[in-house]
C-alpha cells in the first residue's frame, strides 16, 4: 500500500478497501483469454459471459509465490474477474507431451527465457507511454502488443474506468495546450507546468499515470516526465 500510494497496480484507481496482494506472474495454473467480454451494464463489479478463458498449463511460477518482487497491490475487481491467472508472454508455450492432458501446455520453468506481454509499473523495460496512450476524451489504446495484451487481460477499457478517466483527460489535454502557447518565461507558462505537475503527481486524486502518459506521447520522445517535473515542481 505505501509503495504504491494506495492504488492499483493496474488500473491506478484508489484501494479504499483492503485490495488483494496480486502475484504477477500466477503462483498456480495459468490460462489464456479466449474472448475479452465486456462490463455489463450497471453491474460494474461483473464482466459478461462473453469474457471467456481456458486453461493453459496445469503449475504456474510455484517458485515466485513468496518472492516481494512478484507481488503488486490491485483492486479486487482488476484481478478477481479479470487479471485472474492470465499471464501471457511472446513466445509460444511448449506443448504438452502428454496429448490427453487437459493442460494443453508444459508448465513455466526456473530460467525459461520468457517475455512478458503484461505491464507492470515496476519493471523499468516496460515504460507506460511505449506501450499505451489516451485519447482527450480518457480512452486507452495500445501502440505495441503488449499494450494491446495488457488492456484485453485487465479490462482496461471497460466503460466504468473510461467514463472515470474522461474528466482527468479533458483537464490534462487543455492544461497541455495552454502550456504549450504560453510564452515562454511567462507567469502563465510557470501557472500552467505547475497544474500539469500537480495532476501527474503520484498523490493526485486524478489519474497521475495518465497524465504521465499523455506528456511523454505529447512530447514524442523529446524528453521524459521525471525531466519536466523536475524543471518545473514547486518546493
Same mark, same amino acid.
Given at each position: 500500500?505505501?509503495?504504491?500510494?494506495?492504488?492499483?497496480?493496474?488500473?491506478?484507481?484508489?484501494?479504499?478497501?483492503?485490495?488483494?496482494? $496480486?502475484?504477477?506472474?500466477?503462483?498456480? $495454473?495459468?490460462?489464456?483469454?479466449?474472448?475479452?467480454?465486456?462490463?455489463?451494464?450497471?453491474?460494474?463489479?461483473?464482466?459478461?459471459?462473453? !469474457?471467456? %478463458?481456458?486453461?493453459?498449463?496445469?503449475?504456474?511460477?510455484?517458485?515466485?509465490?513468496?518472492?516481494?518482487?512478484?507481488?503488486?497491490?490491485?483492486?479486487? #475487481?482488476?484481478? !478477481?474477474?479479470?487479471?485472474? %491467472? #492470465?499471464?501471457?508472454?511472446?513466445? +509460444?508455450?511448449?506443448?504438452?507431451?502428454?496429448?490427453?492432458?487437459?493442460?494443453?501446455? $508444459?508448465?513455466?520453468?526456473?530460467?525459461?527465457?520468457? %517475455?512478458?506481454?503484461?505491464?507492470?509499473?515496476?519493471?523499468?523495460?516496460?515504460?507506460?507511454?511505449?506501450?499505451?496512450?489516451?485519447?482527450?476524451?480518457?480512452?486507452?489504446?495500445?501502440? %505495441?502488443?503488449?499494450?494491446?495484451?495488457?488492456?484485453?487481460? #485487465?479490462? #482496461?477499457?471497460?466503460?466504468?474506468?473510461?467514463?472515470?478517466?474522461?474528466?482527468?483527460?479533458?483537464?490534462?489535454? +487543455?492544461?497541455?495546450?495552454?502550456?504549450?502557447?504560453?510564452?515562454?518565461?511567462?507567469?502563465?507558462?510557470?501557472?500552467?507546468?505547475?497544474?500539469?505537475?500537480?495532476?501527474?503527481?503520484?498523490?493526485?486524486?486524478?489519474?497521475?499515470?495518465?497524465?504521465?502518459?499523455?506528456?511523454?506521447?505529447?512530447?514524442?520522445?523529446?524528453?521524459?516526465? $521525471?525531466?519536466?517535473?523536475?524543471?518545473?515542481?514547486?518546493?
Amino acid at each position: 500500500m505505501e509503495a504504491q500510494r494506495h492504488r492499483c497496480g493496474y488500473c491506478e484507481l484508489q484501494v479504499t478497501s483492503y485490495g488483494d496482494v $496480486e502475484h504477477y506472474r500466477p503462483k498456480s $495454473e495459468i490460462k489464456q483469454l479466449e474472448a475479452v467480454g465486456e462490463e455489463q451494464e450497471n453491474l460494474h463489479n461483473l464482466v459478461s459471459k462473453s !469474457r471467456k %478463458t481456458s486453461k493453459m498449463c496445469e503449475d504456474g511460477y510455484w517458485w515466485l509465490a513468496y518472492d516481494w518482487d512478484n507481488y503488486l497491490l490491485s483492486c479486487t #475487481l482488476c484481478n !478477481r474477474p479479470y487479471k485472474g %491467472t #492470465l499471464f501471457p508472454i511472446k513466445e +509460444q508455450r511448449p506443448v504438452h507431451p502428454d496429448p490427453a492432458s487437459e493442460y494443453p501446455c $508444459e508448465n513455466p520453468k526456473q530460467g525459461d527465457q520468457e %517475455t512478458p506481454l503484461l505491464m507492470n509499473p515496476f519493471d523499468p523495460n516496460l515504460a507506460p507511454s511505449e506501450h499505451l496512450e489516451f485519447t482527450e476524451s480518457g480512452l486507452i489504446k495500445h501502440k %505495441t502488443d503488449t499494450g494491446k495484451e495488457t488492456i484485453d487481460t #485487465l479490462g #482496461l477499457s471497460r466503460d466504468s474506468l473510461n467514463t472515470g478517466r474522461i474528466w482527468a483527460a479533458k483537464k490534462i489535454f +487543455q492544461y497541455f495546450k495552454n502550456f504549450a502557447s504560453a510564452a515562454p518565461g511567462s507567469d502563465a507558462e510557470k501557472l500552467f507546468a505547475s497544474e500539469i505537475v500537480s495532476m501527474g503527481n503520484e498523490t493526485s486524486i486524478a489519474s497521475p499515470g495518465m497524465c504521465r502518459i499523455i506528456y511523454e506521447n505529447l512530447v514524442d520522445g523529446q524528453g521524459t516526465w $521525471e525531466a519536466f517535473e523536475n524543471k518545473w515542481k514547486v518546493d
